[in-house]
């Protein structure tokens, strides 16, 4: 496990992040929080390779966890694939704007959201 690329995964679905988690664990490290709150307090102990993060949640929106990622040197450089049920032009131009690498629409294709990542993390390397 030492060498796999950590995944940090937030969403305040449980349901949604134990999706992610039997999706992505076989080939990454995947850590999830159910909160933005609870993702920032997670950024200051871990520092993921990637971070697939839920617009619509109940303490902070995804738009607002992606600005105080913005706003941090150390944070600001992890890519940020938005994973939401939210899929109008508008809210995709915006999550684009805040820089979000890429946008997956809820419910995803497993295959798809694996692709997206591994095209993302291969590129980094």
Do not use: W
Not at 10 to 30: E, F, G, M, R, T
């Amino acid at each position: 496990m030492e060498n796999r690329k950590i995944i940090l995964a937030v969403d305040d679905s449980a349901v949604n992040l134990q999706l992610c988690k039997s999706i992505l664990s076989d080939k990454y490290d995947v850590r999830l929080v159910k909160s933005g709150n609870m993702a920032l307090v997670a950024l200051g102990r871990i520092r993921p390779h990637l971070i697939l993060l839920d617009i619509e949640m109940p303490d902070m929106t995804g738009f607002e966890v992606i600005e105080e990622i913005n706003n941090n040197a150390a944070l600001k450089d992890i890519p940020v694939i938005f994973v939401t049920s939210h899929a109008t032009e508008s809210i995709v131009a915006k999550a684009v704007g805040l820089g979000a690498i890429d946008y997956v629409v809820k419910p995803f294709v497993p295959d798809v959201l694996l692709t997206k990542i591994a095209g993302i993390l291969d590129d980094a390397n």
